[in-house]
């Protein structure tokens, strides 16, 4: 059986990637005003004018890359709850891990249904005690890459 590449995580809504977008714009936007800062007070502080240069570069280079990465997962996942197929995503294992700073569960599902070729793939979600090996969770599939996001949950 297959392993599936692509995992999409929960939907994080509207006010979620609000605040990921307006963190990456500030992220994006401290070294240029440590820079004007630095140019515009005559106290001698050139080298905060410099260091907003040096960390305008590494952050706003820094920002874009992620920014696009969330814009990506989002679209895809836009995709796939599009285009996707219903499937059952059966748990087969549960392992600890690491979700954030919080410690969730590692799911091992293995996926299948009507048009969708069967495959694995893991997803790091919120421990629960429903989470248990056996328990078929509802699923959306892209048989086109098997793309899958588990849905109702």
Do not use: H
């Not at 979600?125 to 248990?132: F, P, R």
Request: hydrophobic share 55%; with cysteine; charged share 15%.
């Amino acid at each position: 059986m297959p392993d599936s590449s692509t995992v999409l995580g929960q939907r994080s809504g509207l006010v979620g990637s609000f605040f990921v977008y307006l963190a990456l714009l500030f992220a994006a936007l401290a070294g240029p005003a440590f820079a004007v800062i630095g140019f515009v007070v005559e106290d001698g502080v050139r080298a905060m004018a410099w260091t907003g240069l040096g960390a305008t570069l590494f952050t706003t280079s820094s920002a874009v890359f992620f920014w696009r990465g969330v814009a990506a997962g989002r679209k895809a996942e836009r995709r796939v709850r599009a285009v996707g197929l219903p499937a059952a995503a059966e748990i087969v294992a549960v392992a600890r891990a690491s979700v954030g700073e919080d410690f969730g569960v590692e799911l091992t599902l293995r996926v299948g249904g009507a048009g969708v070729a069967p495959f694995v793939g893991r997803v790091t979600c919120s421990a629960g005690d429903d989470l248990v090996a056996g328990t078929v969770l509802r699923a959306l599939v892209d048989p086109r890459d098997n793309a899958f996001t588990v849905v109702g949950r």
